[in-house]
């Protein structure tokens, strides 16, 4: 039996004053298993911390700072710099790294539970994902909408291009046509095949600017044509603007964790929790019945007990013969479960078509009787 005195409140018989594993001293437990090791926690058949995780859980803490802070540097610098350098993808890319580490830097926090978190620091991870979920939605759609008015000024430019030329191309000809009837003088129109005239028709614009064919360049010229005139007013509340907002907010919170953080790569992190029962009613799920029991029948002491290292019922789990049967057969469940909504759907498809067919007979019959009783 442990003992928990030192848990005691106000030295309250009535609360919670032992704890047992198995009905059992915790010293049953084996010399080997994670109770006496700081470096994993394993109970019930389940892993709950590994020292390992925590490494890999600050490297990509720090891999969203650093390319956060790239996203950031990236909009401060001027259009000529990022030309120079070609650095046109620095800020997409930055981003895209910055959704992938948060996204392993909390599939490994999974795995390095001791006491869960403070109220405070689970307000903070809530501007975290809030930001990083809007603020992705913003730009999203900033970049629907200027792609799609880009889209719409190419399609000007082409259907403009399209008919100049053609129209060039037929007075051209006809030109051509004119002067070898006067040359020739016979009257009679003299055929040409020779359509080396649309190669000379002027490609330029209204403003006598090249006017490129290349559609990746035209769309990104238009882009580029549009965010120039914007006013000051229409890009600070824009999409765009509150991307950058929602992503500051959220990349505050890690920076901040990691600024005031004491044990980042100091190996003082340890696995020093081990997982118990609470002493709660027989009708709670998954709770084991010498818990309950001892619930029922000690209500003057309310016992905790430490988890089995091994789950009793393993065999009894999904999961008990490895990941990989466990996999498919997930994927085989999920067969047979749309192989049984396509049938329901089938059968209520018949229903539907019975009842259709019996609306159509009973009013053809309606029909008959009425102009039977008529004639």
Request: overall charge neutral; glycine content about 6%; charged content about 20%.
């Amino acid at each position: 039996m442990i003992d928990w005195a030192d848990h005691l409140i106000d030295g309250d018989s009535s609360s919670i004053v032992g704890a047992a594993a198995n009905s059992s001293s915790y010293y049953s437990f084996e010399s080997s298993s994670s109770m006496f090791d700081s470096t994993y926690t394993y109970s019930n058949g389940k892993l709950s911390c590994m020292k390992e995780f925590f490494t890999l859980h600050t490297i990509f803490n720090y891999m969203v700072f650093v390319s956060g802070l790239i996203c950031l540097v990236s909009r401060l610098l001027s259009a000529s710099t990022i030309h120079k350098y070609n650095l046109n993808s620095l800020h997409s890319w930055s981003g895209r790294i910055y959704i992938i580490s948060m996204l392993w830097s909390t599939a490994t926090s999974l795995v390095i539970n001791n006491e869960g978190l403070p109220i405070a620091v689970i307000t903070t991870f809530g501007g975290v994902m809030g930001g990083l979920t809007f603020g992705w939605i913003s730009i999203l759609i900033y970049q629907q909408k200027l792609t799609f008015q880009a889209t719409q000024i190419v399609q000007e430019k082409i259907i403009h291009k399209t008919t100049t030329t053609f129209m060039t191309m037929v007075v051209k000809k006809k030109k051509e046509r004119m002067m070898k009837k006067k040359k020739n003088g016979d009257g009679f129109d003299v055929e040409d095949d020779d359509d080396s005239s649309i190669d000379d028709v002027d490609d330029k614009d209204d403003n006598g600017n090249n006017l490129s064919l290349n559609l990746n360049e035209m769309i990104n010229g238009a882009k580029a044509d549009i965010i120039y005139h914007k006013t000051f007013v229409q890009r600070f509340f824009s999409f765009k603007a509150l991307h950058g907002i929602l992503f500051f907010v959220s990349w505050m919170q890690i920076t901040g964790r990691l600024i005031f953080s004491s044990h980042l790569f100091d190996n003082t992190f340890s696995c020093r929790s081990y997982p118990v029962y609470k002493p709660l009613p027989k009708d709670t799920l998954y709770v084991p019945d010498y818990v309950s029991d001892s619930y029922e029948h000690n209500n003057d002491q309310k016992l905790l007990f430490l988890m089995p290292i091994h789950d009793p019922e393993w065999e009894r789990k999904p999961w008990s013969n490895g990941p990989i049967k466990w996999g498919l057969m997930m994927i085989s469940q999920a067969q047979q479960q749309a192989q049984a909504q396509a049938q329901v759907l089938q059968q209520k498809v018949h229903v539907v078509k019975f009842v259709v067919l019996l609306v159509h007979v009973t009013s053809m019959i309606v029909v008959s009787v009425a102009i039977a009783v008529a004639v």
